[in-house]
């Protein structure tokens, strides 16, 4: 069972760095991106198709996939800079649905419905511990998760240009005051998230469910990790996102409940929501 | 000297234009203050200026240079700072983090503070947890650490204690005196006019009287007259 738990992990790993993407878009770009893990799907199933079709090295057409990740994150994120840029957090948010169907749409033309053949970049056991095996994968993902959300951390609180995207994401037509140019911020901020997305999910791919729907989907265990700290704290979004990984990975070993797998996401979220509201809900109730 | 020149320009929100056939010259060095009775369309004027609404006519000229199609970030670059409304602080941000914003080196910050002592030891705490006052300072400081050539401060006395805007009114004629140009919205008239040399009163969307601020300050009935949008100018 344990060694059941921990194989979760390299799913948490990839929803935890996800969740960080997403608390990362909405706190600095006020936008909720249900098209997060799409673009990385595509990238992904580009990458796949280039070492498949082309015969190019994996590694080569990995980065080339996740190149093209970000610059179809950067491209969605211009969309919102232009034309959305007074908008509110939900309306933005509303947009990026329209990428995630396209992108699910056009990787069924252009790819079929089918799961890709992905080609591991990392593979094997990276160390046992008491008798439990840690994959490289789930060493990777995880130390990944934890790295950009420290990262982001310095980058924000001990760097100018961290500052300006903090001032940015408060008030941000008083940071355009003073000269702060928040459209290629935004979209470098889009491209940046894209890019490790995509990294992520090629990374993760081998070992998962990849078909175009999976995941494109994995947006959803993504934002209950990212709920838990409020799509604002990182580090809770990471705790999420492992914690998510160990509970599928343990609820899928328990053939009881083995079902409610792929429901856990949502339960997730339904239990978050009725505890950070639970003071309205009592106040409501009185 | 250069200055700031606004011709003929209307600024619409919403249904219509709220500006009409607004022209005026903003000298640098000098204070121009800005009156008129609520709902005129002062701050969108100040809006159109600096980008944050578009003009639906007119020209906005810096040195002969037209800087009206330009972004606010480019004119904020031409040197238009805009005070806005209200306490316009990133509340997460500490002092120094607000300061770094417009400063480009340690000493701009140190100038910028020497101005308010007061913030001094306030320089790490998140800029949410000053006070009203404190805040307004902070802004303050900030666009002074911008250098800018010409600042457009808006309702600067808004939900500020008297003795607390007293307190930061000089400022704004010292930053006059550095060579920027100014232009005063203020709710305060009398105080306003004390300041400028310049007056500006908008009333209906339409300049009613344009001259000297001691004009206006020796002479209540134009005043009033002009609010009501009938003195010349």
Known sequence: MLQGALAGLAAGGLYAVLAVCLTLMSRLVRVVNFSQAAT????????????????????????????????????????????????????????????LLLLISLSFILFGNKPQPFASIISGPAFTVGGVVISQVTLVTVSLAIVVAVAVRILLTRTAIGTRLRALSERPTTAELLGIPSK??????????????????????????????????????????????????????????????????????????????????????????????????????? | MSALIIDDIAVSRGAGPVIQGVSFRLEQGRVTALVGPNGAGKTSLLDGISGVAPISAGTIRIDGTPIEKLSRVARAKQGIVHIEQGRAVFPSLTVRENLSLTARTPAEIDAALAR??????????????????????????????????????????????????????????????????????????????????????????????????????????????????????
């Open chain 1, 184 to 286: 290629p911020l935004s979209i470098a901020v889009w491209v940046v998230t894209g890019v490790i997305s995509a990294i992520a999910i090629v990374v993760v791919a081998p070992t998962q469910s990849n078909d175009a729907i999976s995941l494109a989907m994995l947006i959803v265990p993504a934002a209950a990790a990212a709920l838990l700290g409020g799509f604002k704290r990182l580090d809770l979004a990471v705790v999420g996102g492992l914690v998510l990984g160990v509970l599928s990975g343990l609820v899928a070993q328990i053939d009881e409940v083995s079902l409610i797998r792929n429901f856990l996401p949502f339960l997730f979220i339904v239990v978050l929501l009725l505890w950070t509201q639970r003071k309205e809900v009592w106040d409501a109730a009185r």
């Open chain 2, 116 to 233: 308010f002592p007061e913030l001094e030891k306030r320089i790490d705490a998140p800029t949410a947890l000053l006070s009203g006052g404190e805040q307004q300072m902070v802004v303050l400081a900030r666009a002074f650490a911008a250098r800018p050539r010409f600042l457009l401060i808006d309702e600067m006395s808004l939900g500020l204690a008297p003795v607390v805007f007293m307190r930061l009114l000089p400022i704004v004629s010292e930053i006059a005196e550095q060579g920027v140009g100014v232009l005063l919205v203020e709710q305060f008239t009398h105080l306003a006019l004390g300041l400028a040399e310049e007056a500006l009163v908008v009333a209906s969307g339409q300049v009613s009287f344009q001259g000297p601020a001691a004009t206006l300050r020796e002479d209540a009935s134009l005043l009033h007259r002009a609010y009501l949008g009938g003195a010349a100018a």
């Open chain 1, 40 to 99: 990385g799907m595509f990238g992904g199933f580009v990458a796949v198709w280039l070492v498949t079709e082309t015969g190019l090295p994996i590694w080569l057409g990995s980065v080339l996939g996740v190149l093209l990740a970000g610059v179809l994150s950067g491209v969605i994120g211009w969309i919102a800079a232009t034309w959305l840029s007074e908008a509110d957090t939900t309306t933005r948010s509303a947009m990026t649905v329209g990428p």
